[in-house]
T-cell receptor, first 114, second 112 residues
Framework: AQKITQTQPGMFVQEKEAVTLDCTYDTSDPSYGLFWYKQPSSGEMIFLIYQGSYDQQNATEGRYSLNFQKARKSANLVISASQLGDSAMYFCAMRGGQGGKLIFGQGTELSVKP | DADVTQTPRNRITKTGKRIMLECSQTKGHDRMYWYRQDPGLGLQLIYYSFDVKDINKGEISDGYSVSRQAQAKFSLSLESAIPNQTALYFC???????????FGPGTRLTVL
Protein backbone atom coordinates (compact mmCIF):
# COMPACT_ATOMS: atom_id res chain seq x y z
CA ALA A 1 0.00 0.00 0.00
CA GLN A 2 1.13 3.53 -0.68
CA LYS A 3 1.71 5.63 2.36
CA ILE A 4 3.21 8.95 3.44
CA THR A 5 4.56 9.38 6.96
CA GLN A 6 5.34 12.69 8.63
CA THR A 7 6.66 12.00 12.12
CA GLN A 8 6.90 15.59 13.38
CA PRO A 9 3.48 16.87 14.49
CA GLY A 10 4.96 20.25 15.38
CA MET A 11 8.25 22.10 15.01
CA PHE A 12 9.70 25.42 16.09
CA VAL A 13 12.39 27.38 14.30
CA GLN A 14 13.99 30.74 14.92
CA GLU A 15 13.46 33.37 12.27
CA LYS A 16 16.24 33.42 9.64
CA GLU A 17 17.35 29.88 10.46
CA ALA A 18 16.92 26.82 8.25
CA VAL A 19 14.53 24.00 9.11
CA THR A 20 14.00 20.48 7.79
CA LEU A 21 10.59 18.84 7.74
CA ASP A 22 10.70 15.06 7.48
CA CYS A 23 8.73 12.88 5.09
CA THR A 24 9.06 9.19 4.32
CA TYR A 25 7.03 7.31 1.78
CA ASP A 26 6.20 3.78 0.81
CA THR A 27 5.32 2.62 -2.68
CA SER A 28 6.05 -0.27 -4.99
CA ASP A 29 5.53 1.81 -8.14
CA PRO A 30 8.76 2.66 -9.96
CA SER A 31 7.29 5.95 -11.16
CA TYR A 32 5.90 8.40 -8.65
CA GLY A 33 5.94 12.04 -7.71
CA LEU A 34 6.43 13.73 -4.38
CA PHE A 35 4.96 17.09 -3.43
CA TRP A 36 5.01 19.52 -0.58
CA TYR A 37 2.08 21.83 0.16
CA LYS A 38 1.75 24.64 2.67
CA GLN A 39 -1.52 25.27 4.48
CA PRO A 40 -1.61 28.56 6.41
CA SER A 41 -4.23 29.23 9.04
CA SER A 42 -6.51 30.68 6.37
CA GLY A 43 -6.90 27.14 5.04
CA GLU A 44 -5.80 27.18 1.41
CA MET A 45 -3.39 24.57 0.06
CA ILE A 46 -0.38 26.15 -1.59
CA PHE A 47 1.89 24.08 -3.83
CA LEU A 48 5.56 24.50 -2.90
CA ILE A 49 7.74 21.97 -4.68
CA TYR A 50 7.73 18.76 -6.72
CA GLN A 51 10.20 15.88 -7.10
CA GLY A 52 9.81 13.13 -9.67
CA SER A 53 11.08 9.66 -8.88
CA TYR A 54 13.42 9.69 -11.88
CA ASP A 55 14.77 13.17 -11.28
CA GLN A 56 18.51 13.01 -10.78
CA GLN A 57 18.80 16.27 -8.91
CA ASN A 58 17.02 17.53 -5.84
CA ALA A 59 14.26 20.00 -6.61
CA THR A 60 14.63 23.62 -5.53
CA GLU A 61 12.18 26.52 -5.59
CA GLY A 62 13.48 29.71 -4.07
CA ARG A 63 13.93 29.13 -0.33
CA TYR A 64 12.50 25.62 -0.59
CA SER A 65 14.51 22.55 -1.46
CA LEU A 66 13.63 18.90 -1.38
CA ASN A 67 16.21 16.49 0.00
CA PHE A 68 15.33 13.37 -1.99
CA GLN A 69 16.95 10.13 -0.84
CA LYS A 70 15.42 7.43 -2.97
CA ALA A 71 17.07 4.44 -1.30
CA ARG A 72 15.83 5.59 2.08
CA LYS A 73 12.42 6.57 0.65
CA SER A 74 12.62 10.00 2.15
CA ALA A 75 11.68 13.40 0.72
CA ASN A 76 12.44 16.01 3.34
CA LEU A 77 11.58 19.66 2.82
CA VAL A 78 14.26 22.19 3.69
CA ILE A 79 13.24 25.81 4.21
CA SER A 80 16.18 28.19 4.33
CA ALA A 81 16.15 31.56 6.07
CA SER A 82 12.78 31.04 7.77
CA GLN A 83 10.34 33.93 7.83
CA LEU A 84 7.41 34.62 10.15
CA GLY A 85 5.10 34.01 7.20
CA ASP A 86 6.36 30.44 6.96
CA SER A 87 4.35 29.53 10.05
CA ALA A 88 1.79 27.03 8.76
CA MET A 89 0.95 23.35 8.35
CA TYR A 90 3.10 21.56 5.82
CA PHE A 91 1.92 18.45 4.02
CA CYS A 92 3.98 15.94 2.13
CA ALA A 93 2.07 14.11 -0.60
CA MET A 94 2.72 11.40 -3.14
CA ARG A 95 1.06 10.97 -6.50
CA GLY A 96 -0.22 7.46 -6.88
CA GLY A 97 -3.18 5.18 -7.09
CA GLN A 98 -6.51 6.17 -8.52
CA GLY A 99 -6.28 8.66 -11.33
CA GLY A 100 -3.13 10.23 -10.07
CA LYS A 101 -4.66 11.14 -6.75
CA LEU A 102 -2.48 12.61 -4.05
CA ILE A 103 -1.84 10.60 -0.90
CA PHE A 104 -1.19 12.95 1.99
CA GLY A 105 0.73 12.65 5.22
CA GLN A 106 -0.66 13.90 8.51
CA GLY A 107 1.18 17.19 8.29
CA THR A 108 3.75 19.10 10.36
CA GLU A 109 2.86 22.37 12.04
CA LEU A 110 5.77 24.78 11.76
CA SER A 111 6.03 27.79 14.03
CA VAL A 112 8.62 30.46 13.27
CA LYS A 113 9.72 32.47 16.30
CA PRO A 114 10.90 36.10 16.00
CA ASP B 1 -8.40 36.48 -10.29
CA ALA B 2 -7.88 33.05 -8.74
CA ASP B 3 -7.38 30.15 -11.16
CA VAL B 4 -9.50 27.74 -9.09
CA THR B 5 -12.53 29.09 -7.28
CA GLN B 6 -14.95 27.42 -4.91
CA THR B 7 -18.39 28.53 -3.77
CA PRO B 8 -19.54 28.91 -1.11
CA ARG B 9 -16.47 29.49 1.04
CA ASN B 10 -18.37 28.73 4.23
CA ARG B 11 -21.65 26.93 4.76
CA ILE B 12 -23.64 25.84 7.77
CA THR B 13 -26.45 23.40 7.15
CA LYS B 14 -28.66 20.97 9.01
CA THR B 15 -28.71 17.20 9.05
CA GLY B 16 -30.70 15.77 6.15
CA LYS B 17 -30.35 18.78 3.87
CA ARG B 18 -29.05 18.52 0.33
CA ILE B 19 -26.11 20.78 -0.39
CA MET B 20 -24.00 21.52 -3.45
CA LEU B 21 -20.44 22.78 -3.50
CA GLU B 22 -19.19 24.28 -6.74
CA CYS B 23 -15.76 24.49 -8.30
CA SER B 24 -14.68 26.47 -11.35
CA GLN B 25 -11.26 26.75 -12.95
CA THR B 26 -9.68 28.94 -15.58
CA LYS B 27 -6.48 26.92 -15.89
CA GLY B 28 -7.76 24.89 -18.83
CA HIS B 29 -7.00 21.64 -17.04
CA ASP B 30 -8.78 18.42 -17.93
CA ARG B 31 -8.52 16.70 -14.56
CA MET B 32 -10.49 17.82 -11.55
CA TYR B 33 -10.64 16.38 -8.04
CA TRP B 34 -12.67 16.74 -4.87
CA TYR B 35 -10.91 16.15 -1.54
CA ARG B 36 -12.03 16.32 2.04
CA GLN B 37 -9.89 17.36 5.01
CA ASP B 38 -10.95 16.50 8.53
CA PRO B 39 -9.50 18.57 11.39
CA GLY B 40 -5.84 17.80 12.03
CA LEU B 41 -5.58 15.38 9.14
CA GLY B 42 -4.41 15.24 5.54
CA LEU B 43 -6.72 15.17 2.54
CA GLN B 44 -8.75 12.22 1.27
CA LEU B 45 -10.07 11.83 -2.28
CA ILE B 46 -13.85 11.84 -2.76
CA TYR B 47 -14.26 11.88 -6.57
CA TYR B 48 -12.19 12.70 -9.60
CA SER B 49 -12.86 13.40 -13.25
CA PHE B 50 -10.57 13.14 -16.26
CA ASP B 51 -13.03 14.92 -18.55
CA VAL B 52 -16.72 15.68 -18.84
CA LYS B 53 -17.63 12.07 -19.61
CA ASP B 54 -15.21 10.38 -17.22
CA ILE B 55 -16.05 10.48 -13.51
CA ASN B 56 -14.63 8.12 -10.93
CA LYS B 57 -15.12 7.38 -7.24
CA GLY B 58 -12.37 8.03 -4.79
CA GLU B 59 -11.71 6.39 -1.46
CA ILE B 60 -14.54 8.08 0.49
CA SER B 61 -17.33 8.58 -2.07
CA ASP B 62 -20.22 7.22 0.02
CA GLY B 63 -22.78 9.95 0.71
CA TYR B 64 -21.47 12.17 -2.09
CA SER B 65 -22.19 12.65 -5.78
CA VAL B 66 -20.60 14.84 -8.43
CA SER B 67 -21.40 16.49 -11.73
CA ARG B 68 -18.94 17.70 -14.36
CA GLN B 69 -21.00 20.28 -16.18
CA ALA B 70 -18.16 21.46 -18.38
CA GLN B 71 -14.40 21.19 -18.57
CA ALA B 72 -14.16 24.12 -16.20
CA LYS B 73 -16.86 23.16 -13.69
CA PHE B 74 -17.06 20.29 -11.21
CA SER B 75 -19.72 20.20 -8.50
CA LEU B 76 -19.92 18.08 -5.36
CA SER B 77 -23.29 17.25 -3.76
CA LEU B 78 -24.14 15.88 -0.38
CA GLU B 79 -27.53 14.25 -0.90
CA SER B 80 -28.47 14.13 2.77
CA ALA B 81 -25.89 15.84 4.94
CA ILE B 82 -24.83 14.28 8.24
CA PRO B 83 -22.70 15.77 11.05
CA ASN B 84 -19.61 13.66 10.32
CA GLN B 85 -19.44 15.30 6.89
CA THR B 86 -18.39 18.47 8.66
CA ALA B 87 -14.99 19.18 7.09
CA LEU B 88 -12.97 21.41 4.79
CA TYR B 89 -13.60 20.52 1.14
CA PHE B 90 -11.09 21.21 -1.58
CA CYS B 91 -11.35 21.15 -5.33
CA UNK B 92 -8.13 20.62 -7.29
CA UNK B 93 -7.15 20.55 -10.95
CA UNK B 94 -4.24 19.16 -12.92
CA UNK B 95 -3.12 19.02 -16.51
CA UNK B 96 -2.59 15.28 -16.54
CA UNK B 97 -1.73 12.45 -14.23
CA UNK B 98 1.89 13.38 -13.93
CA UNK B 99 1.38 17.00 -13.15
CA UNK B 100 0.96 19.14 -10.08
CA UNK B 101 -2.50 19.54 -8.61
CA UNK B 102 -3.57 23.08 -7.86
CA PHE B 103 -6.12 23.63 -5.14
CA GLY B 104 -9.00 26.00 -4.71
CA PRO B 105 -9.35 28.01 -1.49
CA GLY B 106 -11.59 25.41 0.15
CA THR B 107 -15.16 25.32 1.44
CA ARG B 108 -15.66 25.02 5.16
CA LEU B 109 -18.83 22.98 5.70
CA THR B 110 -20.55 22.51 9.05
CA VAL B 111 -23.45 20.08 9.38
CA LEU B 112 -25.46 20.56 12.56
Amino acid sequence: AQKITQTQPGMFVQEKEAVTLDCTYDTSDPSYGLFWYKQPSSGEMIFLIYQGSYDQQNATEGRYSLNFQKARKSANLVISASQLGDSAMYFCAMRGGQGGKLIFGQGTELSVKP
Amino acid sequence: DADVTQTPRNRITKTGKRIMLECSQTKGHDRMYWYRQDPGLGLQLIYYSFDVKDINKGEISDGYSVSRQAQAKFSLSLESAIPNQTALYFCATSDGQGYTQYFGPGTRLTVL
